[in-house]
């Protein structure tokens, strides 16, 4: 149960979620290559919403992103795979 826990630990450290299309078209992202993807509101392909409006009390409403996969980074991985110990 404690490995459980360690690994849930340590992998909640290195991914990053990531918003994307509904049909999967394309990641709402901002990259250094010049892409700010990561401020449309709207996919570019299908023009479907990026969030749906969820209201969590009376005039609060709150961004919910309709789907986001998870991108885990490899480089932290490796670098504490290859550590010396």
Known sequence: ???LAY?????SR??????C???GC???YDNEYGKNDG???E??????PRYYHHNT???NKKLVPVKAVFYLTIIPRLQRMYALT
Not at 14 to 19: P, Q, V, W
Not at 43 to 48: A, I, V
């Open 21 to 23: 299309c509904v049909d």
């Open 57 to 59: 009390g009376e005039s």
């Open 26 to 28: 394309m990641l709402f």
């Open 1 to 3: 149960m404690q490995l």
């Open 43 to 48: 996919c570019k392909f299908c023009h479907k």
């Open 7 to 11: 690994v849930v630990a340590s992998l």
């Open 14 to 19: 290195m991914f990053e979620m990531i918003d």
């Open 39 to 41: 401020t449309m509101l």
